[in-house]
Nanobody, 124 residues
Framework: QVQLVESGGGLVQPGGSLRLSCAASGFTFGTYAMSWYRQTPGKERELVAA????????KYTYSVKDRFTISRDNAKNTVYLQMNSLKPEDTAVYYC??????????WGYGYDYWGQGTQVTVSS
């Protein structure tokens, strides 16, 4: 069955770094756009970063540009989120998302899958 398993979350001080990983199985990873979302209590889940199926394009929400980097390794069925210069406002549960894509819909369309989330806490 489809699985997206996030790892790498934890507690880090402001200014620190973390790398999140999302290991995928049960579907053809290389045909899915991959994204990271985050959510805090009482707020809607927001898109943090996304990458197209072959990794040729990326996009980021404004608040993380120049601090976070999304990447993927299609040979390992894994997507990563490198987070640098972390701020307290980055504290959230981070979720991995997989969305089927094609040439006409590079960022995904139709059915998608979610991981269970990993907690990131930025605090001194």
């Amino acid at each position: 069955q489809v699985q997206l398993v996030e790892s790498g979350g934890g507690l880090v001080q402001p200014g620190g770094s973390l790398r999140l990983s999302c290991a995928a199985s049960g579907f053809t990873f290389g045909t899915y756009a991959m994204s990271w979302y985050r959510q805090t209590p009482g707020k809607e889940r927001e898109l943090v970063a996304a990458i197209t199926s072959a990794g040729e394009k990326t996009k980021y929400t404004y608040s993380v540009k120049d601090r976070f980097t999304i990447s993927r390794d299609n040979a390992k069925n894994t997507v990563y989120l490198q987070m640098n210069s972390l701020k307290p406002e980055d504290t959230a549960v981070y979720y991995c998302n997989a969305w089927f894509s094609d040439d006409d819909h590079p960022w995904g369309y139709g059915y998608d899958y979610w991981g269970q989330g990993t907690q990131v806490t930025v605090s001194s």
